[in-house]
């Protein structure tokens, strides 16, 4: 029994982070998990730049409030939920994915956590394990599922590389040339047709 697997931002909505960039005119917060690989380096950059123009929790959920999921990605989720279960593993946090999870309809997220000051600044991120997304596929293994993973970025290759299957989903050219062994699809369609026999 296939279940799937799949990253949030860049693949149903848009990257929180290149929003916030946009938005406030901050350069320097556009770059994701498409541009770097470490993860832990990428976030400190972002609290520092925070940190540095006074940007506070509040001023990043009022723009992903503004966000809408991509286009065809609720058709394309309301089709994958009728075949089969989907988990939602991304590196986002609960304190930004509500209003992007009820656009979605709700499905199932794993995802971090932060911490606040009172002066309502970020002042730390926690994850909700290490690696999360490989341990999530590694997990559902173990209780005998095969699992179908799809993402775009850096921070996705391990949970592409655990699953049974793997697909890079509208990846950068960095990240396909880094990583050629996975398969890559540009939308929805092309995504549906590559996985839909799994489910026959």
């Keep these: 029994m296939y279940i799937v697997c799949s990253d949030l931002e860049g693949v149903f909505v848009p990257e929180v982070w290149i ?19 470490d993860y832990n380096r990428l976030m400190q950059h972002r609290l520092k ?3 540095q123009h006074n940007l506070k ?3 990043i959920q009022k723009v992903i409030a503004t966000l809408q999921p991509l286009d065809g990605a609720l058709d394309f989720l309301n089709w994958l939920r009728s075949v089969t279960q989907l988990i939602i593993v991304s590196d986002t946090f609960i304190e930004f994915a509500g209003p992007l999870m009820e656009k979605l309809q709700r499905p199932v997220l794993f995802c971090n956590n932060l911490s606040t000051a009172a002066d309502g600044m970020i002042s730390d ?4 394990q290490p690696d999360q997304k490989r341990m999530v596929v590694k997990a559902l293994k173990s209780l005998n599922y095969q699992v179908l993973a799809f993402g775009d970025s850096y921070n996705d290759i391990s949970m592409l590389g655990e699953a049974d299957k793997g697909i890079l989903f509208r990846p950068p050219d960095n990240v396909i040339k880094d990583y050629p062994a996975f398969p890559v699809v540009n939308g929805y369609d092309e995504l549906k047709k590559m996985i839909a026999p799994y489910f026959v």
């Design 57 to 59: 929790l509040s001023d």
């Design 125 to 128: 991120y926690h994850l909700r």
């Design 49 to 51: 730049i925070l940190k």
């Design 19 to 37: 929003n916030v960039s946009r938005i406030t005119g901050i350069d320097e917060l556009k770059l994701t998990t498409r541009d770097i690989n």
